[in-house]
C-alpha cells in the first residue's frame, strides 16, 4: 500500500489537468487571484490576507505555483474546472457523509473546497506543543480517574461533574489496560481568534471521526495542485496513520501471546454519520471492517465470528461510542455493541483503540478545571488555551458569568440527543433548575479562510481538527494537518451536519518532508498467513446476497423487456404464452395480483407493469431490487472497488429518472424499454466486475453460490410457467422461453429451423456447457460448494442435495418419449429443482451465517 503523497507523482489516470509550469510572471498570478477575491471582514483574522491587506506569504507562494489555465481559459475559469473535478472525483470515489434529521437518514455527497487551508511551520510548531502537551495531560487524567483518584479527593476536579457523567464507566474502575495505554489517538478542534491565536474548542477522544475523510482530502487536492504541493514542502501524513496501525499491533502482540496478532477497525454499521471514512480507512489500514454482530465474547476474549468459524481478536480500532458498546453493562437497548465486551477489557484480552471511559473528557465543563490539573500533574501551565469556561454547578462560576451572558453560548455538560453537548438559548431559569447540567463558554469569532467558488474568492469561518496519535512508548506525534471544515455562516459551531464544507489542510515546513510509506518492514511467513483477510459471517451473507439480487434483478429486467415487447407486438401471441407470460409477470412482482390477464385486458396489464417498475414499495418490483442491491453493497463497502459499487449504487438513480412522468402519469413505452436496455448493459458490467475483478477467497465463492442458487430457482420457475400453460406447443412460446434463458442465438446456430421440445430440452436442460442451463447452472454450483470452508466430509450434506451429475436427467431417460412425456418429466424435475435450491440456500445460512454452537468452530 503507498502513501497518499506517492501517488501524487506516480498515477495519471484521474481527469485532472496536468500541473504545468505557473502561467503568469511574478505576481501576476496572485492579481489574478485577488481580483476575485471579497474584501476582507473585519472583526476576524484573515487567513488570506494580513491586517494591513497585503496577502500571506504563503498564499503569495501558492498563487505563484497555480497550474497553468488551459487553452482559453482565465484563471477563474480554470479554478472553476478543478472545482468541478473536485466534485467529479467525490462522486466517482462515492464518497459520503449521512445526515439525519426526522426523516430518518439520508447519504449526501461529502463536500470538499478546492483550495487547502496554510499553516505556516511556526504556526504548527506551538499547535504541535500544546496539543502534544495536552495529549499527555489527558492521558494521565484517565490514570488517575481510575485509579486512585486525587484530583477528586484534592478538589481539582468537582465530583458531581465526574460521577453525573454516563461516560465516566464505574465498571472500569481500577482496570489497567494492555500496555497501559488508555487513549491512541485524540482529536481537537482548534479555531483562531480575531487575534491570531489558536484556541481548543472540544475535543473527542471516544472514536475520534474524520481520519478516513483526511486521507482522501489529502489525496484528491494534492493531486489538483501537484507543484504548490512539492514546492511550499507540505508535511505528509502517510507516517501517523502507519504510527497508530503500529502502536496497537504492537500492545495486541503481548496479548496475542507474542504471535502475529489479528486486528479489525469496529463501526456502527453503515447508518453511522461517517460509514464511508470508516470503510475507506479500513481498506487503507488493511483491516477488516466489523459491526458489533459480528464479534462474539467467550472465555473472555474476544472472537470474530467468520465463514470458517470462530477467528481470535487482539485488538480493536473503535469508532463505536462508548455506551454502545456493550449492552450487557452499558446501554441494554444497544444492538450496535458486542456482549461481554467490558469484561474483555476488564481482563486485559483486547486492547482498543481508546480503550472504554474516556467520554467524560468531551464535556466543555472539563476545559474549566484542565489548567490548574496540568499544573498539578504536569508542573506546567496549558501552552494552547482554551475557550474559557465556566461550569455552573459551582455557584460562584455561575454567579460570575449569569449576569453577562450577551457575548457567550450555554452548552449542556452532560450528553443530549446524542451528542456530546447541545448549545441551547441563554435563559437564567433553564441553569437554575439544574446548575450542574449547564455550562457557559466565551463566544469565539472563527478566523476566515478563502473558499473559492462561483468564480469568487469568498471568506468563511473555519475550524480545523487536529489529531495525536500516542506511540506506546510514553510520547506523542501529531499528524501534520487534520480536517479543515467551513461553514456557510458564523456559528458557534462548525458542523457538517448543517451544510458544512471540509478543506485539505497544508502543514508547511521548513525541513525536510516526510516520505514515509503505508508500506512497512518485509513480512514474514507467518504474517502473510496472518494477514490473509478472513471473511466474516455477516460480511459472507451480504457477499452472497449481493449475488442473489445481482441476479434476480438481471432475471427481473429481462422477464419485463420480454413482457412489454409481447403486449406491444402487433400479432396476437397465443393464448397459452400470454397465460404464462401474464402468471409469471405477477408471480415475479412486475405486476400486481388480481390484475386483470393479458388474456383478460392487455391494455391494464401494460399500465400495472409500467407503474410497479419503480414502485420501490413493492418488494418484487425493479426498483425495489435495486435499492436491495444497493444496500448490500453499502455494508461492503470495503471489499468492493470504486467502480463497482458506484455503478451499483447509479442503476438505482438513472433506473428512476429514466422514468419519471408527468403527476399522475406512467412512464410510457418508448421510455421504459431504452431505460431496461441501459439497466441490461449496467447489470453486465456489474456481473463482470463479480465474475472477473474479485479476489477468489470464501466471500465471493458464497457471492457466486448466491447467484448461481438465484438463477437455478429464476430459470426453474420460468420453466414451470411455461410448462403449467403449454405455451411451449408454440414457436413463439419457444423463443421467449429462449430469450429469458439468453440462450436464443445458441438455439438457432445449433439447431436451425427446429423448435421442438426435446431440442429445447438438451440445450436448456442437459447441456452443462450452457452457463444458462440447469445441467452448467449444477455443474458450477457443484464446484463452488466443494471450495466453501470446511472439510469434505463436512460439506457433504450440502453436494448432496444436488444430482451427483448434470440436471438428475439424461438425453437417454428421454429416448421414444414424445412431447407431453417429455413436458411431465421436465415439470417434475424443475419442481425438484426450485425446492432444492431454496433449501440449499437456507442451509448455506445456518451453516456459514448463524454459527451455531459446535459447528465447526476454531477456538
Known amino acids: 500500500m503507498t502513501s497518499p503523497q506517492s501517488q501524487t507523482q506516480s498515477q495519471g489516470t484521474l481527469p485532472f489537468g496536468p500541473g504545468g509550469s505557473p502561467a503568469f510572471g511574478q505576481g501576476g498570478a496572485l492579481d489574478a487571484l485577488m481580483r476575485h477575491a471579497l474584501p476582507a471582514e473585519a472583526g476576524v483574522w484573515d487567513e488570506l490576507r494580513q491586517p494591513g491587506g497585503t496577502v500571506r506569504p504563503s498564499w503569495q507562494r501558492f498563487a505563484q505555483l497555480l497550474p497553468a489555465p488551459g487553452s482559453g481559459l482565465t484563471l477563474a475559469a480554470e479554478l472553476d474546472r478543478r472545482r ?127 481520519l478516513g475523510y483526511v486521507l482522501h482530502n489529502r489525496m484528491v487536492i494534492s493531486r489538483q495542485f501537484p507543484d504548490a504541493f512539492r514546492e511550499l514542502r507540505v508535511q505528509h501524513i502517510a507516517s501517523s496513520y502507519r504510527r497508530l496501525l503500529d502502536t496497537v499491533e504492537t500492545i495486541a ?89 467490558l469484561q474483555a477489557a476488564r481482563a486485559g484480552t483486547v486492547v482498543m483503540a481508546n480503550a472504554l471511559g474516556s467520554a467524560f473528557l468531551e464535556s466543555p465543563a472539563v476545559q474549566g478545571f484542565l489548567p490548574g490539573i496540568a499544573r498539578r500533574l504536569l508542573g506546567q501551565d496549558l501552552l494552547l488555551p482554551a475557550l474559557p469556561t465556566w461550569w455552573c454547578g459551582e455557584a460562584a462560576a455561575w454567579h460570575d458569568v449569569r449576569g453577562a451572558m450577551e457575548h457567550k453560548v450555554l452548552r449542556s455538560t452532560f450528553p443530549q440527543g446524542g451528542r456530546t453537548s447541545q448549545v441551547r438559548d441563554r435563559t437564567s431559569a433553564r441553569v437554575e433548575l439544574d446548575p450542574d447540567a449547564w455550562t457557559v463558554q466565551d463566544r469565539l469569532r472563527f478566523s476566515r479562510a478563502p473558499i473559492w467558488g462561483g468564480s469568487m474568492l469568498s471568506p468563511r469561518p473555519a475550524m480545523v481538527r487536529v489529531y495525536a496519535i500516542a506511540d506506546g512508548g510514553g510520547r506523542w506525534h501529531v499528524l501534520p494537518g487534520g480536517m479543515t471544515r467551513v461553514s456557510q455562516r458564523e456559528d458557534t459551531s462548525v458542523s457538517m451536519q448543517r451544510g458544512g464544507t471540509s478543506l485539505d489542510t497544508w502543514v508547511l515546513t521548513e525541513g525536510a518532508v516526510d516520505t514515509f510509506s503505508m ?46 415487447l409481447l403486449i406491444d407486438a402487433d400479432s396476437d401471441a397465443d393464448h397459452s404464452l400470454q397465460r404464462a407470460v401474464s402468471a409469471m409477470a405477477v408471480s415475479n412482482g412486475l405486476a400486481p395480483p388480481g390484475v386483470p390477464t393479458l388474456l383478460q385486458s392487455a391494455h391494464l396489464f401494460e399500465r400495472a407493469v409500467l407503474a410497479g417498475l419503480s414502485d420501490v414499495q413493492e418488494a418484487s418490483s425493479v426498483a425495489y431490487n435495486l435499492q436491495a442491491l444497493e444496500r448490500a453493497s453499502q455494508v461492503l463497502r470495503e471489499r468492493l472497488s470504486s467502480e463497482h459499487w458506484g455503478l451499483i449504487r447509479s442503476m438505482g438513480a438513472t433506473f428512476a429518472q429514466a422514468l419519471q412522468a408527468e403527476p399522475g402519469g406512467l412512464p410510457t413505452l418508448p421510455q421504459v424499454l431504452p431505460a431496461l436496455d441501459t439497466l441490461a448493459l449496467q447489470l453486465a458490467a456489474v456481473t463482470g466486475a463479480q465474475t472477473d475483478r474479485m479476489t477468489r477467497d470464501h466471500g465471493w465463492r458464497l457471492l457466486t453460490v448466491g447467484r448461481l442458487l438465484e438463477r437455478l430457482i429464476g430459470l426453474a420457475t420460468r420453466m414451470q410457467a411455461f410448462l403449467d400453460a403449454h405455451a411451449l406447443d408454440s414457436a413463439a412460446g419457444i423463443d421467449l422461453l429462449l430469450e429469458l434463458f439468453d440462450s436464443a442465438i445458441t438455439f438457432r446456430a445449433r439447431y436451425q429451423r427446429h423448435e421442438d421440445l426435446l431440442a429445447l430440452t438438451d440445450l436448456l436442460v442437459l447441456d452443462s456447457s450452457n452457463p444458462r442451463s440447469f445441467s452448467g447452472v449444477l455443474r458450477r454450483l457443484r464446484t463452488e460448494l466443494k471450495k466453501l470452508p470446511g472439510s469434505e466430509a463436512s460439506l457433504q450434506p450440502l453436494l448432496a442435495r444436488l444430482p451427483a451429475e448434470g440436471a438428475g436427467l439424461t438425453l437417454d431417460e428421454l429416448r421414444g418419449l414424445g412431447d407431453a412425456e417429455i413436458a411431465a418429466r421436465l415439470r417434475q424435475l424443475v419442481l425438484a429443482l426450485r425446492d432444492t435450491a431454496l433449501g440449499l440456500a437456507d442451509e448455506i445460512g445456518v451453516r456459514f451465517f448463524t454459527l451455531a454452537h459446535g459447528q465447526d468452530q476454531r477456538v
Open 84 to 210: 468541478a473535478q473536485v466534485a467529479q472525483q467525490i462522486a466517482l470515489d462515492g464518497v459520503t457523509h449521512n445526515v439525519f434529521d426526522e426523516h430518518g437518514a439520508a447519504a449526501r455527497a461529502w463536500s470538499l473546497e478546492l483550495l487547502p487551508l496554510l499553516i505556516e511551520p511556526a504556526e504548527w510548531a506551538a499547535i504541535e506543543a500544546g496539543v502534544v502537551q495536552r495529549s499527555g495531560l489527558l492521558e494521565a487524567m484517565l490514570a488517575d480517574l481510575y485509579g486512585p483518584r486525587t484530583l477528586l479527593q484534592q478538589g481539582l476536579l468537582p465530583p458531581a461533574l465526574l460521577l453525573r457523567h454516563p461516560g465516566y464507566l464505574r465498571p472500569m474502575l481500577g482496570v489497567q489496560p494492555p500496555g497501559g495505554l488508555r487513549l491512541h489517538i485524540v482529536a481537537y478542534d482548534l479555531a483562531r481568534g480575531p487575534d491570531g491565536r489558536w484556541w481548543v474548542v472540544a475535543q473527542r477522544t471516544q472514536g475520534p471521526s474524520g
Open 253 to 341: 502482540r503481548d496479548v496475542a501471546g507474542g504471535a502475529t496478532p489479528r486486528l479489525a477497525l469496529l463501526t456502527p454499521g453503515p447508518y453511522s454519520e461517517t460509514y464511508f471514512e470508516h470503510a475507506y480507512l479500513a481498506r487503507y489500514l488493511g483491516l477488516p471492517l466489523v459491526e458489533g454482530g459480528d464479534l462474539t465474547v467467550r472465555g473472555e476474549r474476544v472472537f470474530l465470528k467468520t465463514v470458517e468459524g470462530l477467528e481470535p481478536v487482539h485488538g480493536l480500532l473503535r469508532r463505536l461510542d462508548d455506551d454502545w458498546c456493550d449492552p450487557l453493562e452499558l446501554r441494554p437497548d444497544s444492538a450496535l455493541g458486542v456482549p461481554g465486551l
Open 519 to 564: 508500506l512497512p518492514q518485509r513480512l514474514q511467513v507467518d504474517d502473510i498467513v496472518q494477514r490473509r483477510r478472513p471473511v466474516s459471517s455477516r460480511t459472507g451473507e451480504n457477499l452472497f446476497w449481493l449475488g442473489r439480487y445481482t441476479e434476480r434483478t438481471e432475471q427481473l429486467v429481462r422477464l419485463a423487456r420480454a413482457t412489454l
